[in-house]
T-cell receptor, first 113, second 113 residues
Framework: RKEVEQDPGPFNVPEGATVAFNCTYS??????FFWYRQDCRKEPKLLMS???SGNEDGRFTAQLNRASQYISLLIRDSKLSDSATYLC??????????????FGTGTRLKVLA | ETGVTQSPTHLIKTRGQQVTLRCSSQ?????VSWYQQALGQGPQFIFQ???????GRGNFPPRFSGLQFPNYSSELNVNALELDDSALYLC????????????FGPGTRLTVT
């Protein structure tokens, strides 16, 4: 079982739709959480950090449930430009006082005109 | 843009050769992490450098090694290349003291034939 699990999709949604992605993580020592966006053959770009209180940035809302070890991303009013792979990332203690990022395999989103 | 740069952008090597990839971190960041991303997978943590020393390592063999320089730039060296080393190699810079967001360079696409 992978430490960070995501549904790989693809999610094909019409423009204007609301879409939600979920992610679960298995290590309860995980400290911080992020969503990254990755376009085809490009580097991951930070979309947003995820906090227990939930946070919103425009059309994007992220939620963290530490008890269930679950992270979500909601995209409202989808745009064609939202088409990308969305990577769930967990930052946890590794060893020797360091932390490391653990990535999910990503969820592919395609927004259709 | 993140300010993280990598070189070269593409590289083709043959099995058994050695390769060096380079990364310049974002201004103000003192930590560099390296990742390997195979097609269709999320990035996998190789190692992290802080204060010119390896500061955490993932499940990669010793033929993957690195350096960090006083200006925080870094190199990834891979010896005895194998076909499975073909991947996108990403470096990410961050600050050891937080926040823990990592910012990625554009990556080096390595093909081993």
């Amino acid at each position: 079982r992978k430490e960070v699990e995501q549904d790989p999709g693809p999610f094909n949604v019409p423009e204007g739709a609301t879409v939600a992605f979920n992610c679960t993580y298995s290590n309860s020592a995980s400290q911080s959480f992020f969503w990254y966006r990755q376009d085809c053959r490009k580097e991951p770009k930070l979309l947003m950090s995820v906090y227990s209180s939930g946070n919103e940035d425009g059309r994007f809302t992220a939620q963290l449930n530490r008890a269930s070890q679950y992270i979500s991303l909601l995209i409202r009013d989808s745009k064609l430009s939202d088409s990308a792979t969305y990577l769930c990332v967990v930052n946890r203690y590794h060893d020797s006082g360091t932390y490391k990022y653990i990535f999910g395999t990503g969820t592919r989103l395609k927004v259709l005109a | 843009e993140t300010g993280v740069t990598q070189s070269p952008t593409h590289l083709i090597k043959t099995r058994g050769q050695q390769v060096t990839l380079r990364c310049s971190s974002q201004s103000g960041h003192n930590t560099v992490s390296w990742y390997q991303q195979a097609l269709g997978q999320g990035p996998q943590f190789i190692f992290q450098y802080y204060r010119e020393e390896e500061n955490g390592r993932g499940n990669f063999p010793p033929r993957f090694s690195g350096l960090q320089f006083p200006n925080y730039s870094s190199e990834l060296n891979v010896n005895a290349l194998e076909l499975d080393d073909s991947a996108l190699y990403l470096c990410a810079s961050s600050s050891i003291s937080g926040p823990y967001e990592q910012y990625f360079g554009p990556g080096t696409r390595l093909t081993v034939t």
